[in-house]
């Protein structure tokens, strides 16, 4: 690639990036996006909830993005990594993964997340297909099936009565004995939830389709479907490198405008919310290309 410098480098070129790109690339901005091509949802079959992309594959949504923004030639992309973001005095320099360096005058960060696996032989083969993160992405198609919930805690017992909308047939798994209070179980056992304190040895699947979970002492359930909260880091390290700040639960913290803590830093998308969505991921690029437009524009008039 012949040009080094940019206006903007994008870091991530998903749904949320790309939104970035077109608001940038419409505002005659000279951009470069970076991706490494790994997005969170690359497994699930069907991405559901996108109004006008209902059904498509995670592929089809992202390819059919990517060709509105390469007609704004003002746009160019990197497949690969960014490995490395150095600030300086006025600019920022970004280091991919071979070896050469790029330099923008502003950056978004539009990297996703990475969902970490719990250590339960089938969870990852399922994840995205039979395993859910969300109802409103995938749960209309399981719904009234037998459905469990793996997660414990208060956030289990919220996330009971969002699913209890969707399905009657429901087990609360909590993989050993649950911390929930006696009034949260109680208030479980009202509606007929079933809880579900066996430790899980193993999920049993076809082709990612869970069948049933197995327990360390020998029992089994069937199940359709199963809803699970699990833990996430971010893709690219910002606090250290940058000195980005994050939220209490591991999001990159910005302010209305998409604006993080370190002058010039914009992110958008997964990386700075819980509301996981392709709808939200492209608003809030949308959102944050628009803003850095903006600072340019005071800057430079
Ligand atoms: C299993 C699953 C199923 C889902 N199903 C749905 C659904 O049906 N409907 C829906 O609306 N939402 C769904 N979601 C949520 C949705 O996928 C996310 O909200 C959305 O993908 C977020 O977009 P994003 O651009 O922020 O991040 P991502 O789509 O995760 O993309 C981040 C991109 O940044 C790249 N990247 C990261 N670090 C670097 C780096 N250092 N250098 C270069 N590139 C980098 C990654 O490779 C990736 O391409 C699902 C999520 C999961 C996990």
Redesign the pocket.
């Known amino acids: 690639m012949q040009n080094k410098n940019f206006d903007v480098i994008i870091?991530?070129?998903?749904?949320?990036?790309?939104?970035a790109g077109m608001s940038l690339g419409r505002s005659l901005r000279n951009v470069l996006i970076?991706?490494?091509?790994?997005?969170?949802?690359?497994?699930?079959p069907?991405?559901?909830?996108?109004i006008t992309h209902d059904g498509k594959t995670?592929k089809e949504i992202?390819t059919l993005a990517k060709a509105d923004v390469i007609q704004y030639k003002t746009v160019e992309f990197f497949e690969?990594?960014?490995?490395k973001i150095i600030r300086n005095e006025d600019h920022f320099e970004i280091e991919?993964?071979s070896g050469e360096r790029f330099y923008a005058k502003k950056i978004i960060l539009?990297?996703?997340?990475k969902?970490i696996m719990p250590d339960i032989p089938g969870f990852a083969e399922c994840?995205?297909i039979s395993v859910?993160?969300?109802p409103?992405?995938?749960g209309y198609e399981v719904r009234n099936e037998v459905t469990g919930i793996l997660a414990d805690g208060d956030m289990a017992f919220e996330f009971s009565k969002l699913i209890f909308n969707m399905t009657k047939k429901l087990t609360l798994f909590t993989n050993g004995k649950t911390v929930l209070n006696t009034n949260q179980i109680q208030i479980l056992k009202d509606h007929s939830i079933n809880l579900n304190e066996e430790e899980i040895e193993s999920i049993e699947h076809e082709n990612g389709k869970i069948q049933k979970i197995n327990f360390k002492n020998g029992n089994a359930v069937a199940l359709k479907a199963l809803y699970a909260k699990i833990p996430f880091e971010q893709?690219?390290e910002v606090s250290e490198s940058l000195g980005c700040e994050l939220t209490e639960y591991g999001f990159i913290k910005v302010d209305f405008m998409q604006k993080t803590s370190v002058p010039g830093v914009f992110a958008?998308?997964?990386?700075v919310t819980m509301?996981?969505?392709?709808?939200?991921?492209?608003a809030?690029?949308n959102l944050a290309g628009a803003m850095v437009n903006k600072e340019l524009s005071e800057e430079e008039f």
């Open positions: 870091i991530g070129g998903s749904y949320s990036g790309l939104s970076i991706n490494e091509g790994k997005p969170c949802n690359r497994q699930t069907h991405s559901h909830n996108f995670p992202e690969g990594r960014a490995e991919v993964s539009a990297s996703g997340v969902d994840w995205g859910l993160h969300c409103y992405c995938h893709n690219v958008c998308g997964d990386n509301m996981r969505s392709v709808a939200n991921a492209v809030q690029g």
